[in-house]
C-alpha cells in the first residue's frame, strides 16, 4: 500500500476572473521510505501541490487517500494528521529567531494528543537537535545561527515527532552548495527509519540523489524518472 496516493488531484485558487487553475488533475504515489524530488518551472504547481499532500490546503476536487484511508476534511483531524503523520520543511525554514533552538525543536511536540510532559518533550528535543549534530546550539537563540545550523534546527523540528512523511519545500535554496549537500544528506537520511521524503527542488543536484523525480509543467505532471544510484531507504511498495 502506498504511503500517501493522490487521484485526480485538482486545486484552483480565487474566483471569476481572479480564477487560477493551479493544478489540473495530477495523480501521484508516494511508497514508504522513498525519496521522491517535484521538478518543475516556477509556478508551475509544486508548492500547491506539496500543500495539498501535506493536508495544508483543501483540494478542489480529486481524491488523496493517506495510508489507504481518504484524508479527513474536518479541520480537526487534518491538524491532528498533520501533526503525527508529516514534517514540514520550508525554504525560509520558519524558525522563530528569538526563541531558543531547543524551544523551536518541540513547537510540534505541544499540540501531540495524547499530551507529552514537558521533560520529555525536551528529552526528544535534545535527540532530535544531537542527530543533526547541533548539540552544542541547544539553548542558543535560533537568530545567533547561521543559515545552514538554522535549516538544521528547523530539520530537528520535521524529524522530531518521527514523522511518516517529510514534505519539503525547496529546502537549500537559501544555502550555499556545501551546505546545501549537507542539507539533502540529512533530509535522505531520514528514509533510515522508514520515513518518506517529498521535496519540490529546482536543483538537480538534489533531485539526482532522491529515488524518483517528477517532472510537472503548468500544473500538471509531465515526466517521471526512477534514479536507479539514489541511496534507497527500505523501499515499500509505489
Ligand atoms: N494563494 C494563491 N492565490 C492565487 N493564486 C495562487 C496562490 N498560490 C499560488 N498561486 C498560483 O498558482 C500557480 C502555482 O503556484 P505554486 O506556488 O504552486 O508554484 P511553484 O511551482 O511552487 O513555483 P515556485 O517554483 O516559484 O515556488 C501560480 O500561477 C501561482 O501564481
Ligand atoms: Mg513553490
Not at 480529486?62 to 479527513?72: C, N
Request: glycine share 10%; net charge positive.
Amino acid at each position: 500500500m502506498a504511503l500517501l496516493r493522490a487521484s485526480g488531484l485538482s486545486k484552483t485558487y480565487g474566483q471569476g476572473r481572479l480564477r487560477v487553475e493551479a493544478l489540473r488533475e495530477v495523480s501521484l504515489s508516494v511508497g514508504v521510505g522513498e525519496a521522491v524530488a517535484l521538478m518543475g518551472p516556477s509556478g508551475c504547481g509544486k508548492s500547491t501541490l506539496l500543500n495539498l499532500l501535506g493536508l495544508t490546503l483543501p483540494v478542489t476536487s480529486g481524491e488523496l487517500l493517506v495510508r489507504g484511508e481518504p484524508a479527513p476534511t474536518r479541520e480537526r483531524d487534518r491538524a491532528r494528521l498533520r501533526n503525527e503523520f508529516f514534517g514540514y520543511l520550508h525554504q525560509e525554514f520558519a524558525i522563530v529567531e528569538s526563541d531558543t533552538v531547543a524551544a523551536n525543536v518541540t513547537i510540534p511536540l505541544e499540540y501531540t494528543r495524547p499530551r507529552i510532559g514537558r521533560r520529555q518533550r525536551l528529552e526528544r528535543a535534545r535527540r532530535a537537535v544531537e542527530s543533526v549534530g547541533l548539540g552544542w546550539a541547544l539553548r542558543r537563540r535560533a537568530a545567533e545561527l547561521s543559515g545552514g545550523e538554522r535549516q538544521r534546527v528547523a530539520i530537528a523540528r520535521a524529524l522530531v515527532n518521527e514523522p511518516h512523511l517529510v514534505i519539503a519545500d525547496e529546502p537549500t535554496a537559501a544555502l550555499d552548495l556545501a551546505t546545501a549537500r549537507e542539507i539533502v544528506t540529512l533530509l535522505l537520511s531520514m528514509r533510515q527509519r522508514g520515513a518518506s521524503i517529498l521535496v519540490a527542488t529546482h536543483d538537480p543536484r538534489v533531485a539526482e540523489r532522491c529515488d524518483r523525480v517528477v517532472a510537472m509543467s503548468d500544473g500538471g505532471l509531465a515526466a517521471e524518472r526512477t534514479n536507479p544510484h539514489a541511496a534507497t531507504g527500505n523501499h515499500g511498495s509505489t
